[in-house]
């Protein structure tokens, strides 16, 4: 048997600390709903939350990650900049990073685009249906979905998003208030694969559909580094040729 894919889950968790009706919906925290979705045998699982100590992400935690999951909301600006120059560090050796809903705004995806990422949303009482439609089925991460997805309750995400063009665009959001959105969107940065998919919000029950965690585990498994190399992506000054240079007119 292969060595295991090993995913960390980062969550802020600060929702589930300090607000009633968001531990009410996830008593353990979004991570760990996360965490029991990915429910493969090829996929090992531990989590950190905000609240942790060095944010539960010290070298040693990421130098053992595989493929990172991040959701965040409230504490963007309060994630050192060190630990995202770290993570940054490792996406590009290969490192596989997947942003979750309001991820968009952290330190590292922002980065990683070299964009603000805004983007227009819409927080309604009760939430909004939502429509995940699958734009690109042959693609790993669409593997086993259906058409689309149905989300009874979401937060409208909308667009303009400002992000690059996404290299594969698997999944676009339809929500009931008329807005479209590209909920699903993959990138490579170096070494490394990005996912970023938008449904997510901490009100709603959403990880918990078995369509929603096919796509994180997927994710998980399209994110995952692609082989050892020990080739790393450095900067180097290679004084002499590999082959003779032929001397140029005049010489």
């Excluded at 560090?89 to 590292?108: E, N, P, Q, W, Y």
């Excluded at 009760?126 to 089925?137: A, K, N, Q, S, T």
Aim: hydrophobic share 35%.
């Amino acid at each position: 048997m292969t060595n295991p894919i090993r995913v960390t889950i980062w969550n802020e968790g600060w929702h589930e600390k300090n607000e009633e009706r968001i531990r009410a919906v996830y008593p353990q925290g979004i991570h760990a709903a996360i965490a029991e979705g990915l429910d493969d045998p090829r996929i090992e699982v531990q989590t950190a939350t905000f609240f942790d100590p060095d944010l539960g992400l010290t070298d040693e935690v990421l130098a053992s990650t595989d493929v990172l999951f991040w959701w965040g909301h409230v504490v963007h600006r309060d994630v050192p900049d060190e630990l995202v120059n770290r993570i940054q560090a490792r996406v590009l050796d290969g490192m596989g990073l997947v942003v979750l809903h309001s991820g968009h705004h952290s330190k590292i995806f922002q980065r990683l685009m070299g964009t603000s990422c805004n983007l227009s949303w819409r927080e309604h009482e009760g939430g909004e249906r939502e429509r995940v439609w699958c734009l690109d089925p042959a693609h790993p991460v669409a593997e086993g979905c259906p058409e689309f997805i149905e989300i009874p309750r979401s937060e409208m995400y909308g667009e303009p998003f400002d992000i690059p063009q996404p290299d594969r665009l698997v999944f676009v959001s339809w929500v009931e208030g008329g807005e479209v959105f590209r909920s699903g969107c993959c990138y490579h940065r170096g070494r490394g694969r990005i996912f970023y998919f938008s449904p997510g919000h901490e009100a709603f029950p959403i990880y918990y559909q078995p369509e929603i965690r096919r796509v994180l585990t997927n994710a998980a498994l399209w994110c995952a580094p692609l082989h050892e190399s020990g080739v790393r992506l450095v900067n180097r000054h290679r004084p002499e040729p590999l082959s003779p240079i032929a001397a140029g007119p005049g010489a």
